[in-house]
């Protein structure tokens, strides 16, 4: 199984990015697929996160507002559309898998597929 994350870069304050994290090896129709990220000398910390169907969001509050997470099952990819990106939203991206149940949606231990993380980097 893998999962491959893309569409980081260097952006200025205010802008926008989108994220995606296509996996092979297998399907993960049933699954919640997230995102988190890692600041340099900071912990992972969730971002937000979609049921296997879609309907179903979450976020954290530093981003509500103005990140989307979105799926397509069809292509086994999930994608995070970041807007008005900030200077505090620097950090590697890593996109997850899990079956976990939804109340531990925003662990970080309750995931157990992990894509290799993609660097956005916001100048202000």
């Known amino acids: 199984v893998q999962l491959q994350a893309s569409g980081g870069g260097l952006v200025q304050a205010g802008g926008s990015l989108r994220l995606s994290c296509a996996a092979s090896?297998?399907?993960?129709?049933?699954?919640?697929m997230g995102w988190f990220r890692q600041a340099p000398g900071k912990e992972r910390e969730f971002v937000a996160v979609?049921?296997?169907?879609?309907?179903?969001?979450s976020y954290a509050d530093t981003v509500k507002g103005r990140f989307t997470i979105s799926r397509d099952n069809a292509k086994n990819t999930v994608y995070l559309q970041m807007n008005s990106l900030k200077p505090e939203d620097t950090a590697v991206y890593y996109c997850?898998?899990?079956?976990?149940?939804?109340?531990?949606?925003?662990?970080?231990?309750?995931?157990?597929?992990w894509g290799q993380g993609t660097q956005v980097t916001v100048s202000s």
């Open positions: 997850a898998v899990s079956n976990t149940v939804w109340g531990t949606r925003k662990h970080v231990s309750a995931y157990y597929y």
């Open positions: 090896g297998r399907t993960f129709n049933g699954y919640i």
């Open positions: 979609v049921r296997s169907s879609g309907g179903t969001t």
